[in-house]
């Protein structure tokens, strides 16, 4: 009896870690405010001037939607795989080759398939979770002082994306 517990616990556990990577994990944002735009003059010029905006909390995906959550989505509704990048598709690296239009119905469907309501974040939102919401530190970039030590971009990523 004891093997078949653990062994029911395994598959349990093995079939909820497949569940929660089929599906972004969501986080709250609590609301605030802040100034929106370009405050470090690194930016382009339609993200001037400066300017103080007040969100209400919501919530975000954690992390960029993977390329294996985004063929759960294709599966289930029958639609293709945007087009392949040349580094090819690596469930854990975040999905490229979508419009926005995608992107939508993605949410839309999540939203038809939990019961819970999804949508993309509007500027202000990803700008705000992004810099932090309320528990921001005042980084110039997401997380801390140098772009390299906080994500990928053209000089660090060989040109492909990597996992979140």
């Known amino acids: 009896m004891k093997k078949q517990l653990i062994l029911f616990l395994l598959i ?32 382009e010029a339609d993200e001037q001037p400066l300017h103080t905006v007040t969100l209400k909390a919501f919530s975000i995906a954690k992390t960029e939607t993977t390329v294996l959550q985004w063929k759960t989505y294709c599966t289930a509704t029958g ?38 309501i999804y949508s993309l974040p509007t ?20 997380g801390g002082e140098s772009m390299d030590m906080v994500g990928w971009f053209e000089p660090n990523s060989n040109k492909q994306t990597h996992n979140r």
């Not at 599906?23 to 100034?35: A, L, W």
């Not at 500027?123 to 997401?142: D, I, L, M, P, V």
Request: aromatic share 14%; hydrophobic share 30%.
């Open 12 to 43: 349990l556990a093995g079939f909820s870690s497949v569940f929660a990577q089929s599906y972004p994990e969501m986080i709250n944002v609590e609301g605030g405010s802040f100034e929106m735009g370009d405050e470090h003059g690194i930016g």
């Open 79 to 116: 639609r293709k795989m945007p087009e392949t990048p040349s580094w090819g598709w690596i469930d854990s690296h975040p999905i490229v080759n979508v419009s926005w239009d995608d992107a939508v119905g993605y949410c839309g469907w999540l939203s038809d398939k939990t019961g819970k």
């Open 123 to 142: 500027e202000a939102q990803w700008e705000y979770a992004a810099r932090g919401g309320s528990q921001s530190k005042g980084f110039k970039y997401s």
